[in-house]
């Protein structure tokens, strides 16, 4: 059975960072091959893409709204995935889910497996 589990969530103010990690567990030795993303979804909002890459981490998709500012990256070898998350906003606070599936990245929520969440909150 696959389960992702984010960690790495709090409250923080504007301006700090945060880095969330997702741990994959499951896939074993499929990890490799499988597309991550990361979405977010605030109060009263629909669940959108924040970022994605490739199995090999060679592409790496961003939303419009956090170019520049956050970075994705995967760890192979221990099953993780990550968002480094820096100028965090007070728009940037909502529940961040972690997304796998299996083939090529994808902006959409078209992933088969989802993690529980991690509360982001961001004070101004």
């Known amino acids: 059975q696959v389960q992702l589990v984010e960690s790495g969530g709090g409250l923080v103010q504007a301006g700090a960072s945060l880095k969330l990690s997702c741990a994959a567990s499951g896939l074993a030795f499929a990890f490799s091959t499988y597309a991550m993303g990361w979405f977010r979804q605030a109060p009263g909002k629909e669940r959108e893409f924040v970022a994605g890459i490739s199995w090999n981490g060679a592409i790496t998709n961003y939303a419009d709204s956090v170019k520049g500012r956050f970075t994705i990256s995967r760890d192979n070898a221990k099953n993780t995935v990550y968002v480094q998350m820096n100028s965090l906003k007070p728009e940037d606070t909502a529940v961040y889910y972690c997304?796998?599936?299996?083939?090529?990245?994808?902006?959409?929520?078209?992933?088969?497996?989802w993690g529980q969440g991690t509360q982001v909150t961001v004070s101004s």
């Open positions: 997304a796998a599936r299996p083939g090529g990245v994808t902006t959409t929520s078209r992933y088969d497996y």
